[in-house]
């Protein structure tokens, strides 16, 4: 079974810190590089970070710095960890494989950031 189930969003204020988790079932989320995706209000979805090889995160300049994905291979979680967050980092936030186009997501985890 192929699923996707993301956790951990929540209400923040500006400064203040999410760590959001990812379970990934089906053996294709363990070996294809796994990212996370964000869509806000009235906006498309949009690719944020992705995990290297080597364990390092690629992400876009809007979030670089700021936001680290990790890996637990033993309980098929990937994570994403947000600090210093700010208002326009607010959005449903998805897990799957980087670059993927197809129909095939999860819930999402609602993280808003307001004072």
């Known amino acids: 079974q192929v699923q996707l189930v993301e956790s951990g969003g929540g209400l923040v204020q500006p400064g203040g810190s999410l760590r959001l988790s990812c379970a990934a079932s089906g053996i294709i989320y363990r070996i294809k590089p796994m990212g996370w995706y964000r869509q806000a209000p009235g906006k498309q979805r949009e690719f944020v970070a992705g995990l290297n090889s080597d364990g390092t995160t690629n992400s876009v300049d809007a979030v670089k710095g700021r936001f680290t994905m990790s890996r637990d291979n033993a309980k098929n979680t990937v994570y994403l960890q947000m600090n210093s967050l700010k208002p326009e980092d607010t959005a449903v936030y998805y897990c799957?494989?980087?670059?993927?186009?197809?129909?095939?997501w999860g819930q999402g985890t609602q993280g808003t950031v307001s004072s």
């Open positions: 799957n494989i980087v670059g993927y186009l197809g129909n095939h």
